[in-house]
């Protein structure tokens, strides 16, 4: 049974940063991909960004101002979250799947956590 938890949420001024955890536990493996979506109140759900052994993609929206990151040897995922803006305020989901490449499309993921909540005050 795969689990994935997400940490690191939080409240922060317009501007400011935050770096999310997620720490996967079961059977995750370097070689799958780990991925980040985020859904705003009232919203659809939307994809953020993943990291493979292809490299790392972003959503136009996100690009330059986040990065994703892991360390393979504590089975963990980072999203370092630069710049920040209200537009950013959701709760993000970390996601992995048993692929070496990544995916826009959150129904090509299986693996969800339960996400943890960034407010961006303005």
């Known amino acids: 049974q795969v689990q994935l938890v997400e940490s690191g949420g939080g409240l922060v001024q317009t501007g400011g940063s935050l770096r999310l955890s997620c720490a996967s536990s079961?059977?995750?493996?370097?070689?799958?991909?780990m991925g980040w979506f985020r859904q705003a109140p009232g919203k659809e759900r939307e994809f953020v960004g993943h990291?493979?052994?292809?490299?790392?993609y972003y959503a136009d929206s996100v690009k330059g101002r986040f990065t994703i990151s892991r360390d393979n040897a504590k089975n963990t995922v980072y999203l370092q979250m630069n710049s920040l803006k209200p537009a950013d305020t959701a709760l993000y989901y970390c996601?992995?799947?048993?692929?070496?490449?990544?995916?826009?499309?959150?129904?090509?993921?299986?693996?969800w956590g339960q996400g943890t909540q960034v407010i961006v005050s303005s």
């Open positions: 996601t992995a799947r048993p692929r070496p490449d990544g995916s826009n499309f959150s129904f090509n993921w299986d693996y």
């Open positions: 990291i493979s052994w292809s490299g790392t």
């Open positions: 079961g059977r995750i493996f370097s070689s799958y991909a």
